[in-house]
C-alpha cells in the first residue's frame, strides 16, 4: 500500500470507537483493555493477551449523557468518552484501568465503576512526581494490577510474555521514531494532521498489524520529497491531542505542525525500553514512570521545558502552538509557566484554547494568523 | 496602620487594621467569642509573619492540602500557607484587595479555571506580597488547581520545593507511604532552612494538635445540638484553624473559644437564629467566603442554619499517638489523609466525598442540603450526577449551584439568595409540613 491508502486506512480507524481491526481482534477471541493514560502500562496487558485500547471521544456526537453526570466545568474531552460509555459505544472492551491524571478522569472512573459497569475495573494510584524515592509505589501498584489482571481472568503473565510485549511495543516506538526522524527534513514528507492521524490509530488498533502499515508508509514517505510551501515549522503541545482536523485548522494557516508533543502524538512513546536482564516488569514501570513528565506531574518542570527546547532544535521549528481544552487545570499551570519560561528562552509561543471536537478553524485561523505574521513569517 | 511598629505593605496593613477593628468591636460580646477567638488568632499570625521577617527566620511555604506541623518540628521556622492573604482579605470584608490579586494572575496568564484561592497567591506573589521562603513543602490534594499553582509558584519563586505525594486512597498502606515521605521530607526541611529538626519539639506540636483536636471534636457534637446553639458562618473557618494553626497553642485557643461559646449557648438556651430556627441545612463542597454575612441572612430572612459543613467537619481519626517518632509521622500522615477539611474528601473516589455527606446529613438532622460548587473544583463539579443519585436515595433534598468562593464577580449574592429561598419555598417548606 501506498502513503495515501495507508493513511485513509487510519484515518477509518480513529473515526469512530470501534475499528475493522479491532472488530477483528475480537472476532478472533481478543480482549480489550481500555485505559485513558500515559502512565497506565499497556504493556502488561499487551503481555496478558488484550488489546491496549486508549479512550478517547472520537465519535461522540453530543456529551449529553456525560453532561448528566457531569458539569459543564468538566472537561469536554472527558465528558464525550464518559458518554460514548454511558450509551454503551464502548462495550467491546473487557475491562478498564484508570488512574488519577486529573480530577476529571478521576470522577469519569467513578462513573466507569458504578454506572458503566465493565467487567474488570482496576485503579492504580500514580504518585504525582517522577522520583526515585516514589518510585517502588508505582512499580506496587504496576505488580498489584498484574495480579489482579491474572486473577480476575485466570490467567498467568509470565516474564517471556512481558518480554515479548517490550518487544512489540518497541518495534512500534522504533517506527513512530523513524517517522517523527522524516518529520525534521526541510521538506517533511508528511503533514502534522497526517502523522497525527498515524500515531492515533497506533493506540487503538492490535501493534503487529499497525508495525506492518507503518513499514510500507515509512518506505514510501522516505522516497517523497514533501512540501516546503509552509510559512513556519512549528511543534504542538499541551493538553492531549487526538484531533487531527485541529491540526488541519492550523496548518492551513501555513504552520506546518512538524511534531506533536502532546498524549496520542510523540509524548505517549517516548525511547525504547532497553533490554536487560534486570525484571520485566520493572523495566516497563521504569520507563513509564520516568518518560517525558506531563502536567500532572510536579518537581520536573525543567526536563519538561529541555525537552521542548530540544524537539525546536532538533526538528528544526521557528514556534511551539500550545493548545489546552477548556478548564483543564493540569495544563493551566505549565501554559502559565510555559509561557514565561519560552519568552525567557525567545521561543516564539502561541496559547491556544479549545473544545474537543468543535471545529474551530475560524478562532484558530485568526490567533495562528496574526501569530505568524508577528514572527515575520 | 503599622504592624509592630512599622509601615508594611497596604495589602497586609488593611487586614490587620480589619481584623483590630473587629476584635475591638466584639471584644466584650459574649456572643462573639468563637469569632473573636479567630480574630486574636489571625491578628497574631500576622504578627508572627513580621515578626520573623524583622528577626530574619526562615520562611517554609505550604499548602491547604498540607498540615503543617512537621515543619513546625523545626524550631525557630515561620510557616507560611500561600492561601493566608486572600482568607484574612475575606475574612475582614477586604473582597477588593483579593479580587485585585485574581485579576493579577490572570493578567500574568493564569487560566481563569484555575481556583480563585491559588489564582489570588500567585498574585500575592507577584505583587511580591509574601516573604521569599528559604523553600516550599506542597502535598498534591486537594486538586489539580493546587498542582497548577504549585508549579506556577515553584517556577516564579525558583526555590527549592518539595512534594508530598498524597495517594488515592487513605488506608493504612497510605498512611505507611506518606509517613515515609515525611520523614525523608526532614533532611530537605533541615538543609534549606538550615535548622535543625527537633523530636521533643515535635512532640509538642503533635500533642497540642491533640489538644486542638479535642476540642473540635466537642465542638463538632455540639453543634449537633437542636437547635443548633451557635452561628452558620463559624463552622467554615475550622478549616482555616488547621492550616494555619494545626500544633500551635493559639489552634487550641481559637478551637477553644469555638466550643466554649457553643457550649455556654446550649447551657442559656439560645439558638443561632433569632426567633427559632425553622430548617437546617448541611452546606457542602465551598463555603461564600467573599460574604460571610450571607449567612446571617440565612439566619435572619430565612430561620435556616448550618450546623455543619465540609470546611467544619473535624474526622474521629484526628488523635495522635504521640509515643514513637514513627507514631507521630504515622499520626501526621493520617491526618493528612483523612482528617484535612477538602483533602479528606475530595482526593479519593466519589465514596469519600458522598458518605462524608450522608453522614453529616444524618447526623445534623439536615432537613436538605446544599451543594455550593466553586466553580474550580472539579473534582466536586465532576461528580455531581453520582452525588444527586446518592441523595435522592438517602431522600435529602439537594439544592445544587455555581458560584465562586473567593470571586464574588461569578454568581452574585442576590442571585445565590434567590436560589436558596426558591428551593426552600418549593421543596423544603411543602415536605416539611406535610411531615
Ligand atoms: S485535557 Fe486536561 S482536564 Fe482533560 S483529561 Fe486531559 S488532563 Fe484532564
Ligand atoms: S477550593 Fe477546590 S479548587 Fe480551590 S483549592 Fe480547594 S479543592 Fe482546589
Known sequence: MGKNEILDTLREVIERPRNAYLDRWRGNGGKVMGYYCSYIPEEVFTAAGFLPYRLRGAGSKDSSDGDAYMSSRICTFVRHTVSLALRNELDFLDGVVLMQNCDHIRRAADIFAKKVKVPFNSFLSVPRAPQERLFQWYLDEVRRLKSEIESFFGLTVTNADLEKAIELHNATRERIARLYELRKRDRPPITGEEALGVTIAAHLMPKGEFNNLIDDLLIDLDGKSGNDTYRARIIVTGSEMDDPEYIASIEKQGALSVAEIACFGQRSFGDLIPAGDGDSLERIARHKFFQIP??????????????????????????????????????????????????????????LEREYKVPAAGQVGTRVQAFLEQMGK | MTILGKERKEDWEVVYEGATGLIDLYEEDPES???????????????????????????????????PELIKGLDGVQTMPIEVLTVLQDLVGEVDFTVALIDEAESHGVAPEVCSIDKAAVGAVLKDLYPEPA???????????????????????????????????????????????????????????????????????????????????????????????????????????????????????????????????????????????????????????????????????????????????????????????????????????????????????????????????ADYEADFAIFAGHVACKHGLGG???????SREA???????????????????????????????DIVAPVKETV
Open chain 2, 33 to 67: 467569642k468563637g469569632m473573636n477567638s479567630i480574630l486574636i488568632g489571625f491578628r497574631n499570625f500576622i504578627d508572627d509573619i513580621f515578626a520573623a521577617i524583622d528577626e530574619g527566620k526562615p520562611f517554609v511555604w505550604h499548602n491547604c492540602g498540607c498540615s
Open chain 2, 384 to 390: 455531581i450526577g453520582l452525588f444527586r443519585e446518592a
Open chain 1, 294 to 351: 506531563c502536567a500532572r506531574m510536579v518537581e520536573c518542570f525543567d526536563e519538561q521545558v529541555e525537552m521542548l527546547k530540544n524537539t525546536v532544535r532538533d526538528f528544526n521549528a521557528h514556534a511551539i502552538i500550545f493548545q489546552r481544552i477548556k478548564f483543564c487545570d493540569p495544563w493551566a499551570g505549565d501554559g502559565h509557566s510555559l509561557y514565561w519560561r519560552m519568552k525567557q528562552e525567545g521561543i516564539p509561543f502561541l496559547s
Open chain 2, 135 to 361: 523553600c516550599m513543602l506542597y502535598h498534591n490534594t486537594p486538586c489539580d488547581s493546587q498542582i497548577a499553582a504549585i508549579k506556577s509558584l515553584t517556577e516564579m519563586m525558583k526555590k527549592p520545593m518539595r512534594l508530598m505525594d498524597v495517594p488515592y486512597l487513605s488506608t493504612d498502606r497510605e498512611v505507611k507511604y506518606l509517613a515515609k515521605q515525611l520523614q525523608e521530607g526532614i533532611p530537605f526541611l533541615e538543609e534549606h532552612t538550615g535548622l535543625k529538626f527537633d523530636w521533643d519539639k515535635f512532640r509538642e506540636v503533635r500533642e497540642e494538635s491533640n489538644r486542638t483536636a479535642e476540642y473540635l471534636r466537642d465542638w463538632n457534637e455540639l453543634r449537633r445540638h437542636r437547635p443548633c446553639p451557635q452561628v452558620s458562618k463559624i463552622v467554615a473557618l475550622n478549616t482555616a484553624l488547621l492550616v494555619a494553626f494545626s500544633g500551635e497553642p493559639e489552634g487550641t485557643k481559637i478551637a477553644k473559644g469555638f466550643r466554649d461559646e457553643a457550649k455556654e449557648r446550649i447551657e442559656r438556651g439560645e439558638s443561632a437564629v433569632e426567633g427559632g430556627e425553622e430548617y437546617r441545612a448541611i452546606w457542602y463542597q465551598d463555603p461564600v467566603w467573599w460574604d460571610l454575612q450571607f449567612y446571617d441572612w440565612m439566619e435572619s430572612e430565612l430561620k435556616l442554619v448550618i450546623p455543619m459543613d465540609l470546611f467544619g467537619y473535624y474526622a474521629p481519626e484526628a488523635l495522635i499517638d504521640t509515643s514513637t517518632p514513627q507514631s507521630m509521622l504515622e499520626g501526621l500522615a493520617r491526618k493528612n489523609l483523612k482528617v484535612l477539611p477538602m483533602s479528606r474528601q475530595f482526593k479519593g473516589p466519589i465514596d469519600y466525598y458522598i458518605d462524608d455527606y450522608l453522614r453529616m446529613c
Open chain 2, 395 to 425: 431522600g435529602i433534598p439537594l439544592l445544587y449551584f455555581e458560584f465562586d468562593m473567593f470571586d464574588p464577580r461569578v454568581t452574585s449574592a442576590e442571585a445565590i439568595q434567590e436560589e436558596i429561598t426558591h428551593f426552600i419555598e
